[in-house]
């Protein structure tokens, strides 16, 4: 009997809270405390506090990972930026290694791996992690509208449109998941405003405005979901369309039963992408983009002289597909915060829309980073994948001139949407002296500033990085570089600028060069432009300006402008020369392109039919122009011809193989 109160106390201690978990416990509550607050420090104290009591503390290992992301006080300094996503990369793998249905942490851990990587591995592992993240909160009842508009951005960027996981199927998920969320916002403001009883109700000024606020941004998000559906809608084969018929669709009007008529069914998914492009519009009277494709999809020739209708968008180069939305939260402190950061992007970052499935699609003048600047990183490989022949084509027509009058080089070079750089490889062997890019995209000018003669701009794959411990060729003498280093170091644009191409002055481009050349206010000798003015409807204000960077005729050597454009046969063309096509990109009829060089200045030298691209599997029309800045009282257009062979030189790497032919 004397062992009992021993006993009792034993079994007392076993039943009761150790002290270790709540320890655990106010730590992570704390932890999610300063979180809420935006006090990283101290949450990133908290969560490794309790980390160091159990290292696979489920909520503490995505909370952890989360005030990490979120303490990045400066985005722009890659190498600490890299270290804590790589850092957090390995906390939410460890949560998914422990939890593998843990939907937080998968949706997490995919957004993480879209920013460092668009590589369409990186975008496969991202796509699965948005599945379990949408089958864990269907699992809970936790309808998770950005979880399914991700994975239907990552579907879409892999060509997966059907299926119960697909893009199409995930767009309308999410779409119907968060306009239900509307819906209950809009009651709230259609109560305060217009119930019997609002008179009598206290009024709440901050509560309406925040709601009314969180509306907003709801109808913004609704738009770019409407928009991401309506292009799958849209790039769906006939056959694809009667196979979706036979499905349980969520939004899908006027479905094909009983029938296989294919041809029917390509009817009623591209009435259904028409009217999803419409609400695009409808909800948000900013997506320009939206607005475009719309035109593009009712076959309007944008002729309302309204500017914004005559430009393109910059920013729509469809290969970077939808977004990235993300609340990083987890499920231990989500119930919080999830409202907020959905609506401000208060965990992790916010991704901008990008859209669309196809690569090359076109972008309004005031969306230029979005796209372009998220698309910077596989730029060249999505390209390259459509074999994109524009660059080679634009060095091949220059080389030619080249061979026509008495010069061998050109002293200067404008790149005019010069993007990563790619028109730059095939121009550089070309110029003795300054070659110039411009381009909206900031980013896709730091992929061309990293271009050096032999890397990058197409050419980094073929040479490849020197392995460590690799023979380099370098002399005895350390300090005396070698050639291949003198190579290295050589960058392939002497100045790189971000500018609107209608609007540059000859001030604007040399803005910022530190050793501008002496001739600089003179202009240039030659203007490229590789598959830019299909982002352009009326090109005269554009060729005008063209005109204005060219060097003048009253020099000693001819200027030359050079450019690809889609192209569209005479018979075809509306009264304006050009029109709006349902890619979304313009195309231009011969005539029209001849006669508004000329109005600008340019007499035509050289013309040629082309194949820009692949694009579905099919060749897309296109045609090469040359001209020369000034006109010629004996010019005659019809006797300007095709444009000469290509004349390559090889590039030799350290071993003396051939490993590109270039001009």
């Not at 559906?229 to 769906?236: C, D, H, I, K």
């Not at 204000?541 to 204005?548: E, I, R, V």
């Not at 000329?598 to 897309?620: H, S």
Request: aromatic share 8%.
């Amino acid at each position: 009997m004397k062992s009992l109160p021993l006993l009792l106390l034993t079994l007392l201690h076993l039943t009761s809270p150790a002290p270790t978990d709540d320890l655990i416990t106010h730590h992570l509550e704390q932890g999610n405390a300063a979180l809420s607050t935006s006090d990283f420090s101290t949450a990133i104290s908290h969560y490794q506090s309790c980390l160091s009591l159990d290292p696979q503390h489920r909520y503490c290992l995505v909370n952890y990972a989360s005030a990490l992301v979120d303490s990045i006080i400066d985005p722009t300094q890659e190498d600490q930026k890299t270290q804590t996503f790589q850092t957090a990369i390995e906390l939410l793998r460890k949560v998914l290694q422990l939890h593998p249905n843990d939907g937080d942490a998968a949706f997490n851990l995919a957004v993480l791996l879209q920013d460092t990587s668009r590589s369409e591995t990186t975008t496969a592992e991202a796509a699965s992690l948005y599945q379990t993240s949408v089958e864990a909160s269907l699992q809970n009842g936790d309808h998770r509208w950005d979880a399914w508009a991700n994975l239907a951005s990552a579907r879409q960027e892999l060509g997966q449109y059907l299926g119960k996981y697909g893009a199409h199927a995930a767009y309308e998920r999410s779409i119907v998941y968060l306009e239900r969320m509307t819906k209950e916002h809009r009651s709230y403001i259609d109560r305060v405003l217009h119930s019997p009883n609002a008179a009598e109700m206290e009024w709440d000024e901050e509560r309406y405005n925040e709601v009314s606020a969180e509306l907003w941004q709801m109808n913004v998000w609704l738009s770019k979901l409407y928009y991401g559906l309506g292009t799958v809608l849209s790039e769906l084969s006939a056959q694809d369309c009667l196979g979706l018929m036979r499905q349980d669709t969520l939004l899908i009007d006027a479905v094909v039963e009983g029938e296989d008529d294919e041809g029917q069914a390509k009817k009623v998914c591209e009435a259904n992408a028409l009217n999803a492009m419409r609400m695009a519009v409808d909800l948000d009277g900013n997506n320009m983009v939206a607005e475009h494709m719309l035109k593009a999809m009712v076959g309007e020739s944008d002729d309302d002289g309204e500017e914004k209708q005559k430009r393109a968008s910059n920013e729509f180069v469809s290969g970077e597909r939808f977004f990235v939305v993300g609340s990083s939260l987890s499920i231990a402190c989500r119930q919080l915060l999830c409202m907020l950061c959905l609506f401000y992007d208060c965990h992790f970052y916010s991704k901008k829309l990008l859209l669309s499935p196809m690569l090359y699609f076109v972008v309004p003048k005031f969306y230029p980073l979005a796209l372009f600047d998220d698309f910077a990183d596989t730029f060249d490989e999505k390209l390259g994948a459509l074999n994109y022949k524009v660059p080679s084509l634009i060095g091949e027509a220059a080389f030619w001139l080249l061979q026509q009058g008495e010069r061998s080089t050109y002293r200067s070079v404008l790149d005019a949407g010069c993007g990563t750089g790619l028109a730059g490889r095939f121009l550089k062997p070309l110029v003795d002296g300054t070659l110039v890019g411009v381009d909206l995209s900031t980013k896709m000018l730091d992929v061309a500033r990293e271009c050096t003669l032999v890397k990058g701009c197409g050419l980094k794959e073929a040479m490849g990085d020197v392995e460590e411990g690799a023979d380099t060729g370098s002399s005895e003498n350390e300090d005396e570089p070698s050639n291949e280093d003198d190579r290295s170091s050589v960058r392939l644009y002497n100045h790189l600028i971000s500018l609107d191409l209608e609007t540059a002055t000859l001030d604007d481009v040399y803005s910022g060069y530190i050793d501008p050349p002496t001739d600089a206010k003179d202009g240039f000798e030659l203007i490229v432009a590789a598959d830019v003015l299909v982002y352009f409807g009326d090109l005269q204000k554009l060729l005008t300006n063209f005109a204005n960077l060219s060097a003048k005729s009253n020099q000693e050597r001819d200027a030359f402008l050079i450019f690809s454009c889609e192209r569209i046969e005479e018979e075809d063309a509306p009264s304006t020369g050009w029109k709006l096509q349902i890619s979304g990109r313009y195309a231009h009829s011969k005539s029209y392109v001849v006669k508004t060089a000329k109005e600008a200045g340019f007499r035509l030298i050289g013309y040629e039919e082309i194949v820009p691209r692949m694009e579905k599997g099919e060749e897309v029309q296109g045609h090469l122009f040359q001209f020369a800045f000034g006109l010629d009282d004996d010019w005659d257009e019809e006797e300007v011809g095709d444009i000469g062979e290509l004349v390559f030189m090889d590039i030799i790497d350290e071993n003396g193989q051939v490993v590109r032919d270039e001009l």
